[in-house]
């Protein structure tokens, strides 16, 4: 309840400042209009309506949007591996998500970054990568989570190096990517809102419908397996499931760390290990991070534009490591 | 689905399992009958703990028949199969903070949808399951913040919770203090009899093995080399030949069932290669106290002959001794003695203890005047007048007299143990 009341706060802040200030009573009265709740209200200019519904609010809820697909993704991925800094990046996914994207856009195939066909390729990308990752990391009968993570550590090692190369060969396309790259929401419009709400509707929905079953994988493998869980298809739903819900958030808004990995953690604390109060929480959390997050982005140094990307890693880094010493300090404390 | 085939309970038959190449168990067959404890006991990496994971599906045999209730789990799904048979592991990860109450749910799984939501009967089931291990005070307790006494509790309420009628152990109580170890135990028991559970549990702990467990299967290098009752499985020369230690087994000291005492043995690395055997010739517990301080300076020993009754004869066999015994009350029979007279000349030393002679066993004078004759050094050990121990009208302390002429005489333990070092020594200086 309070992760909501958060979200709807930073959804009106979000909406609200900007280089045009509009105040949360217009935004609302102008909502309620576009709903067909309302009259439309007086005295409010054309522009500010342009800037409410053209461009805030797309960007603020692709923000949500991503924040959520991100959240749930590093949660899926921390419950699989049993381990709290499993993240879409560190294992790799991440990066061939944005291989895909990239890939998809110097081909000319997509027009612009967020079009379906990018979303696709992304999803491509990272499905194989994740997959990929697991085929390496399968020795035995059964993954084994280090060798998982040292995997995904490799291979997104090699393809970042790919993806420096082929930017060295892109020509005029390369500043743009280099600035898709980074991470943000600037421009994408509804379009790319469009292209991935499906994606991440379906991916949250699987995740939300094994809630259950995500908490016994915590238990380690064989355990799950002893209490029910068919274990290795169940990796490879989530591991898919995963990959789906990065594949959307990196191909419209490039790559940002930290919110995958730090939403859960932080999370955990509050509602607990139990994923049928944890994702939920995640996926709410994670929105509300990421808009507060772009809107920092947009508004900290006027007119520039901080790359979200590198906001959530200031902020996160810190935060991360002040958590992780307080771990140190009390074992088992703050669970 | 295949009809399920007759036997309940937990029936393995001619399993070969393994890792890869590793070949872990070779042609094991098992059987828990419901209601009963079967325990599982061998050494480390003998194949106990691949046994209980062959038999919850979580390893595919090679070859062999795994039935669990009837059924071949590896033909369930994983949800059925967790209904039929509940494992408690050594210990679980506790990765994230979840709280015991959410643990315990975990294994009402097989029962609930994929977000695992708890209906009121899994919850009661949760909750007797908790109170049944005493964890009702720890339900809002992260189990990451428990001690590892508390977490196998918490486990083994999680497996209670599955309502399986078969319940794997894998050596329940490692982590437990001993009021605990007996609570879980007993409740085990109980819950094998009351709901005709079949129980199948690996013992590190033999004594606790002999007075839970109805029968018992000792695995070696992958194989079954002993089953069968407490009273049978657990003996001395089983458990040398399992675990390659000596054990001091009392046969119905605990309640009826066999005890087990290993410090006072000296083991088998403790005597060295060609250590030098001493025979002892004793009766009536005379020979006792000296046996056991010969083999705890590191020597071999032998005895007889003995009737087998006699406590010296109890003491040889709990301690796995070469023996020599003729029928309670019996005489000693001619072969009996030649066989003694055998074994008495391969060892370095005689000793005969100031045992009573009687017509039963005069003999063994008999034979101890022989073995001096051919040579072995003799050492007797008289604390007693022999005079004061003769039963058979003069013939004994006769016959204890011409051996005193020709051997050492000690006045008592420390004497006689003095006088085989020097023996010893007088034999290394020969060698050497």
Redesign the interface.
Known sequence: MALVALLSIALLAGLGFGSVGISPGTTLRLLAWKLGLAERPAGVPASTVVILFDLRLPRVLLAALVGAALATAGTLFQALFRNPMADPAIIGVSSGAAMGAILVILSGAGAAFGGLAVSAAAFAGALATAFLVYRLARLGPAVHVGTLLLSGIAVAAVISAAISMVMAFSGQEIRSIYFWLLGGFGSRGWAALGAAVPFVAIGSGVALAMTGDLNLTSLGEERAGQLGLEVERFKRIMLATGALLTAAAVSVSGLIGFVGLMTPHILRLATGADHRRLLPSAIVGGAAFLVLADLAARTLVPPEEIPVGAVTALLGGPFFLFLLRRERRSPGAGA | MPEPEPGPGLVLEGVSAG??ARQVLREVSVRASPGEITGLIGANGSGKTTLI?VA???LRPERGVVRVAGWDPYDL???????LV??V?QD????????VL??VL??R??Y??????GRPEDWSRVRSAMSMVGVSHLGDR?V??LSGGERQRVILA?ALA?DAPVLLLDEPTTHLDIRHVVRILTLVRGLARREGTAVLAIFHDLNLASVYCDRIYALKEGRVVARGAPASVISSATLQQVFGVRADVLPGAAAGRPAVVFASVPQEGSLEPGAMRVHVIGGAGRGAELIRALMERGLEVSTGVLHATDTDAAVAERLNLIRITVPPFSQIDAGSAAECIGIIRKASALIVCDAPFGPGNVENLRIAIHSAREGVPTILLQQVPIEERDFTGGEATDAWRRLASGSAVTPGVEATLDAVEAIRSRGARRSG
């Open positions: 890792y890869g994971r919850s599906r979580g799904s994983a949800r059925r199969a967790a209904r509940a494992v592991p679980v990860l506790a990765t994230f903070p979840f709280s959410e643990t975990m294994g799984a097989p609930l949808s994929p977000w695992g939501a992260a990451s913040e999680q599955q």
